[in-house]
């Protein structure tokens, strides 16, 4: 699997520097989200979540259980 970078840090697949460690992600549209191409991926900001519902990427599981 090619790299995935995400910032929801609350996330039990999530790992430093803002990449995913699970083995396959399920991701919907969000007309609202996006960032500049030219961001530095690794350097976002964190966007924490409690719930899938709070994020584009259905795998989210809360590392808080
Ligand atoms: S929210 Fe999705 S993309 Fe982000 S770390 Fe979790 S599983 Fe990976």
């Known amino acids: ?3 995935v970078h995400c ?3 609350t996330c039990k697949y ?3 520097s803002n990449l995913c460690n699970a083995q ?3 991701v919907q549209s969000d007309a609202a989200g996006g960032f500049s191409q ?3 991926l690794e350097q976002l ?3 924490p979540a409690s719930t899938n ?3 584009c990427c259905q795998t989210f599981k ?3 259980g």
């Open 62 to 64: 809360n590392s808080q």
């Open 45 to 47: 900001n964190a966007t």
């Open 53 to 55: 519902d709070e994020t």
């Open 14 to 16: 999530w790992q430093n």
């Open 24 to 26: 396959q992600i399920v």
């Open 38 to 40: 030219n961001a530095r």
């Open 7 to 9: 910032t929801v840090n």
């Open 1 to 3: 699997m090619p790299d």
